[in-house]
């Protein structure tokens, strides 16, 4: 009999009448949006910015993050799907209910829905607004990396640490205690939202051009690359592969945040 683990037995439906439901994913994942607007909201005021465009940021950033999540996860894990049906595979893609969401393609629908808010808002400056993004985009991930939680779904690989956690309601895997790979990154994720609202409270408009943008990117996707390692891959296709999807697609964005990061620090050294 195992002793060191923690059995984990949560339903990821809150409640249920009839055909509708409420899931933990969802009210997490609906929480990290209420939340994100209000941090947003007290960021406008203090920088005296049009608090009427919030409304419009707020869908910008709803259609951007759900859009290129969904998008992402079907073409970067499901893509090989295209050419066995191509109207179902793009019907499936973009016509809810929605069974698969990538983080890294949330990432980049931000980065092209706030591209299309600075174009359609001239005045603000494209990393200005990428800079507040990420500190509520960090609270936001912690919010549903906890809902992957609640789902018992990402599970991370088995150990016997007595941290490990036995997923009762996952019946993908063979039941055995596994990292809570999770956790591992919510944690993360609200750490580094400490962080960056740390940072920001310091600087506040002062803040150097693209710094909370490249740490942003180099913490989140840095670990995340770790992370995967304690985690089952996502796809079959990835058993293969000497590096799964996950890290192959972090790769390029820590890169990229390096050299944001690196570009702000020699554009405005910190006093």
């Not at 005021?45 to 079907?74: P, Q």
């Not at 993908?172 to 940072?199: K, N, T």
């Not at 293969?240 to 020699?266: C, D, E, H, W, Y």
């Amino acid at each position: 009999m195992l002793i060191n683990q923690i059995v984990w037995d949560v339903s990821p439906t809150i409640v249920k009448i009839g055909t509708f439901e409420i899931r933990w994913y969802g009210l997490l994942f609906a929480m990290g949006f209420l939340f994100g607007f209000q941090i947003i909201a007290r960021v406008f005021k203090l920088e005296n910015r049009d608090e009427k465009d919030l409304d419009k940021l707020l869908l910008t950033m709803i259609l951007s993050i759900v859009l290129g999540a969904r998008i992402g996860h079907y073409v970067f894990y499901e893509g090989g799907h295209f050419m066995d049906n191509p109207l179902a595979f793009l019907w499936d893609m973009l016509i809810p209910p929605y069974s698969g969401l990538a983080s890294h393609g949330a990432a980049f629908g931000v980065l092209i829905g706030l591209i299309i808010f600075k174009k359609r808002n001239p005045s603000y400056d494209y990393l200005w607004l990428t800079d507040r993004m990420v500190i509520v985009s960090a609270l936001g991930g912690c919010f549903i990396r906890f809902g992957n939680f609640m789902n018992s779904e990402i599970v991370g690989k088995a150990t016997d640490k007595p941290w490990g956690v036995l997923f009762k309601q996952n019946f993908e895997f063979v039941q055995v205690p596994r990292h809570p790979a999770q956790l591992y990154e919510s944690i993360s994720c609200l750490v580094l939202f400490v962080i960056l609202f740390f940072l920001y409270e310091r600087w506040k408009a002062k803040t150097p051009r693209g710094l909370l943008t490249g740490i942003f990117f180099v913490w989140i996707f840095g670990l995340r690359f770790f992370y995967e390692f304690l985690k089952e891959n996502q796809e079959k296709f990835e058993d293969t592969m000497a590096l799964n999807m996950g890290q192959i697609l972090s790769i390029p964005v820590v890169l990229f945040g390096l050299f944001v990061m690196f570009k702000a620090l020699r554009d405005k050294p910190i006093a």
